[in-house]
């Protein structure tokens, strides 16, 4: 009760499986008493490119542009774009980061992996030798929740995508871990395009299950062994 939820969403379709669960996130956080703010990525029609139009004014060099360079001086002059801003609030002021989308490519959709190249940026994030549990955005958690197309068995360690915890890597540690943000167990609904109706029922039902207790959860120990032992 009382704390702040960001759900960063990736799909078009409010009517997908996606936009299933984060009706049902919206709704079940909303009932604990969690203050629940969305940024539906597609809706908002967010720019995922990382270009110079994210710094507002004069470069730090104009002879030469580079974006990490530009968007760490932006940001310590207050001069990142108007998109950026709005964004970094809504960060800063979650104690919950809950990511949904769809799995493309062994990884997220270019929008959402542009929300991450644009927002996490260097002095607001991490900064030099603050990284990983000395990163920025430390008492923070993160949820990755995502779908797939493929089954349970695919993405296990002997099937043939690998184990599904190799597609989380980049995300949940290079990413969040990197900016110290803790991380909670995924939530994963597998293919669920393939299931019957009656599992689908049920995937969105332990996802409510899952939400009534989160605030109880410890966070995963998020390092190379949780990965790849
Ligand atoms: P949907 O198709 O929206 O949902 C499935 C079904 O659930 C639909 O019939 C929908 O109507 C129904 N539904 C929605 N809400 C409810 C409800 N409340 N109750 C009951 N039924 C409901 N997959 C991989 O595994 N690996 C990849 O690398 C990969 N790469 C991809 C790359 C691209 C570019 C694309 C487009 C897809 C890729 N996929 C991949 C597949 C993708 O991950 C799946 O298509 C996606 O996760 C399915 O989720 P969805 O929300 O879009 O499903
Ligand atoms: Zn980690």
């Given at each position: 009760?009382?704390?702040?939820?960001?759900?960063?969403?990736?799909?078009?379709?409010?009517?997908?499986?996606?936009?299933?669960?984060?009706?049902?996130?919206?709704?079940?956080?909303?009932?604990?008493?969690?203050?629940?703010?969305?940024?539906?990525?597609?809706?908002?029609?967010?720019?995922?490119?990382?270009?110079?139009?994210?710094?507002?004014?004069?470069?730090?060099?104009?002879?030469?542009?580079?974006?990490?360079?530009?968007?760490?001086?932006?940001?310590?002059?207050?001069?990142?774009?108007?998109?950026?801003?709005?964004?970094?609030?809504?960060?800063?002021?979650?104690?919950?980061?809950?990511?949904?989308?769809?799995?493309?490519?062994?990884?997220?959709?270019?929008?959402?992996?542009?929300?991450?190249?644009?927002?996490?940026?260097?002095?607001?994030?991490?900064?030099?030798?603050?990284?990983?549990?000395?990163?920025?955005?430390?008492?923070?958690?993160?949820?990755?929740?995502?779908?797939t197309g493929g089954?349970?068995?695919m993405?296990?360690?002997?099937?043939?995508s690998?184990?599904?915890?190799?597609?989380?890597?980049?995300?949940?540690?290079?990413?969040?871990?990197?900016?110290?943000?803790?991380?909670?167990?995924?939530?994963?609904?597998?293919?669920?395009?393939?299931?019957?109706?009656?599992?689908?029922?049920?995937?969105?039902?332990?996802?409510?299950?899952?939400?009534?207790?989160?605030?109880?959860?410890?966070?995963?120990?998020?390092?190379?062994?949780?990965?790849?032992?």
């Open positions: 009760p009382g704390k702040k939820v960001l759900i960063v969403y990736a799909h078009q379709e409010p009517k997908s499986f996606n936009g299933s669960l984060l009706k049902i996130a919206v709704e079940e956080l909303t009932k604990q008493g969690c203050s629940v703010t969305v940024s539906d990525l597609y809706a908002m029609q967010f720019e995922p490119r990382a270009t110079r139009n994210d710094i507002a004014g004069p470069l730090h060099n104009s002879e030469e542009f580079n974006y990490g360079v530009e968007t760490w001086e932006a940001y310590k002059r207050g001069g990142l774009s108007k998109d950026l801003v709005e964004e970094q609030k809504k960060v800063q002021e979650a104690d919950l980061l809950i990511f949904q989308f769809p799995l493309f490519w062994f990884s997220m959709p270019a929008i959402l992996k542009g929300w991450m190249d644009r927002v996490l940026v260097q002095g607001f994030a991490y900064d030099l030798s603050k990284s990983y549990d000395g990163g920025l955005l430390q008492d923070k958690l993160s949820l990755f929740s995502l779908t089954t349970k068995e993405y296990s360690k002997g099937g043939i690998g184990d599904i915890r190799y597609v989380l890597w980049p995300m949940q540690h290079g990413i969040m871990h990197f900016c110290g943000v803790r991380v909670l167990e995924p939530h994963i609904c597998y293919a669920p395009e393939n299931v019957s109706a009656e599992k689908r029922k049920e995937m969105l039902t332990a996802w409510t299950q899952r939400l009534k207790t989160l605030w109880k959860e410890e966070p995963i120990n998020c390092s190379p062994e949780w990965y790849f032992k």
